[in-house]
């Protein structure tokens, strides 16, 4: 998703007046007699038609975004800022990075944003980015991030931005209470605030977790059909039929677990979510954000649907489907096999948490794009190409 840096970094030329105290770069918003503008703040909205606004108002700032019209969900909007006054001959000491820091607070959760360091000379727009996440709209949370080995140098113009992206069709807000970057010592500032994780990490083996979890129910349901039940979805082959979970245009895939026996346990990092590919149909011509498909976590709905009678409109339980399902996803992956015909998704540590919890109520499985993607469902083999969670707890 860092697909629009390099765009940005041709077209747009950000600066911002941040105010040193005591050696920290801060921007407090607290300076009504200036605007944004004037002191040097800039946005940018794309990929899509999401508009946005970024207001200084009554000691904060807040950035606004408008994706009603929007149509595929992969927008993004950010604030930029050219950090000046770095101190980069203490950036090349030992064990000295950047940090950026900043409170904030959000309009509908769970959510994540992201930060984000880069200057003119970077090419890998993947490294010194880092994702939070948000798990509410009742409070301010601080997030953080310090970089690895950032090899800015003196004379190098320095950015520091915040991001959010796909985060649905509706309209959005989030209120920045400051905003502020240093240059710090790693081995002495302690560790960076809040729930973060890196943007698209490598997937891992499954067998390095402790707990392989088959799925309770799993069945397709039809946007279109919302009356009926799709839970014998096959692939008609006359001497093997297997029954199956299929994601196009109007289906999607609907999974619960039973976690019980881990309530009130803490896990300890991000996991897996392990599908068995049946078949896949997409068109190659078109690769940038298209046909791949998007795992979300299930929010609201019956939480007790069963797969023998689950329709879509019972699934929803009179709840409206913007509502039912998160509308920023926790992954978009390409289904393409790890090995033996498995297809490994990353689910983030707070997704899994929440599902133990039972504030999360399953992963649903949605097109990215134009794809017809179909998986094994449980009843094939007696269970042996079930949908699977893999993960660990403390």
């Known amino acids: 998703m860092i697909r629009f840096i390099k765009l940005l970094f041709a077209s747009l ?12 770069f801060l921007e407090n918003f607290d300076n009504s007699t200036s605007s944004l503008e004037e002191k040097g703040w800039s946005y940018a909205s794309g ?8 207001i200084q108002k009554d000691g904060y700032a807040s950035v606004y975004v408008d994706a009603t019209k929007d149509k595929r969900n992969i927008w993004w909007a950010l604030i930029r800022c ?4 770095l101190d980069l001959e203490k950036l090349t000491l030992p064990n000295y990075e950047l940090r950026v820091e900043a409170k904030i607070k959000v309009s509908q959760a769970p959510r994540r944003v992201n930060l984000h360091f880069n200057h003119q000379r970077t090419t890998d727009f993947h490294s010194h980015l880092m994702e939070y996440d948000i798990p509410d709209t009742l409070n301010w949370y601080t997030i953080s991030l310090t970089t690895q080995n950032f090899d800015a140098k003196p004379g190098d113009q320095v950015n520091a931005q915040m ?7 509706g309209k959005y807000r989030i209120d920045i209470d400051y905003f502020k970057v240093d240059v710090v010592n790693r081995n002495t500032i302690g560790p960076d605030k809040g729930m973060k994780m890196p943007y698209h990490p490598p997937l891992v083996d499954p067998e390095t977790f402790q707990h392989h979890i088959l799925v309770l129910e799993d069945a397709t349901i039809d946007g279109e059909y919302t009356d009926m039940n799709f839970n014998n979805w096959q692939d008609q082959d006359k001497t093997n039929a297997s029954t199956l979970l299929s994601v196009n245009g109007t289906q999607i895939v609907i999974m619960r677990w039973d976690l019980g026996k881990f309530k009130g346990k803490q896990v300890s990092k991000a996991g897996l979510l392990e599908l068995t590919i049946h078949s896949v149909q997409r068109d190659p011509d078109y690769t940038k954000d298209f046909g791949s498909v998007r795992i979300t976590e299930i929010l609201g709905g019956d939480p007790r649907w069963e797969q023998e009678t689950v329709t879509y409109d019972l699934f929803c339980n009179e709840t409206p489907f913007t509502q039912v399902l998160n509308t920023q996803m926790i992954i978009d992956g390409e289904v393409k096999e790890y090995k033996e015909g498995k297809a490994l998704f990353t689910i983030s540590k707070p997704v899994l948490q929440r599902l133990i919890d039972g504030k999360t109520l399953g992963l649903a499985i949605k097109p990215l794009g134009a794809v017809h993607a179909s998986f094994y469902a449980m009843e094939n083999e007696e269970g042996r190409f079930s949908p699977k969670l893999h993960f660990d707890v403390d």
């Open 13 to 24: 030329i950000f600066s911002c007046s941040i105010q040193p105290i005591a050696a920290q």
């Open 47 to 54: 990929d899509g038609f999401a508009t946005m606004d970024f």
């Open 82 to 85: 050219q950090v000046p006054g």
């Open 163 to 169: 991001a959010l992206m796909d985060w649905g069709l």
